[in-house]
């Protein structure tokens, strides 16, 4: 025999009025591979991804691989989804 507890349940909220309304008047995004919200939503709904290998020079590879999945210091994988053309601002975040 088993037992089975009940939870009480939260009371029923209004509907929305005309004066509690929420309109979403603009959207915006940049990911990789989607500069815009109707571009990410198609990444997204087609099941790409939007991953690739680091590119030459944005970071020694090699210095980070490790032995064993792990290690501490260590990047598992060497793939990353970058945008394309950006550039950290290291001085205005304080990033030596």
Not at 3 to 16: E, G, N
Not at 55 to 81: F, W
Request: aromatic share 10%.
């Amino acid at each position: 025999m088993t037992s089975q507890q009940t939870f009480p349940t939260a009371p029923a909220l209004p509907l929305a009025r005309a004066d509690r309304s929420v309109a979403i008047v603009g959207m915006a995004c940049e990911y990789p591979d989607a500069p815009s919200p109707a571009a990410l939503w198609d990444l997204v709904t087609t099941g790409r991804q939007a991953f690739r290998p680091f590119p030459p020079g944005r970071l020694d590879i090699k210095s980070y691989s490790a032995a064993s999945v792990g290690e501490a210091d260590s990047i598992p994988d060497i793939r990353c989804a970058l945008l394309a053309d950006y550039a950290f601002d290291r001085e205005a975040f304080r990033v030596p």
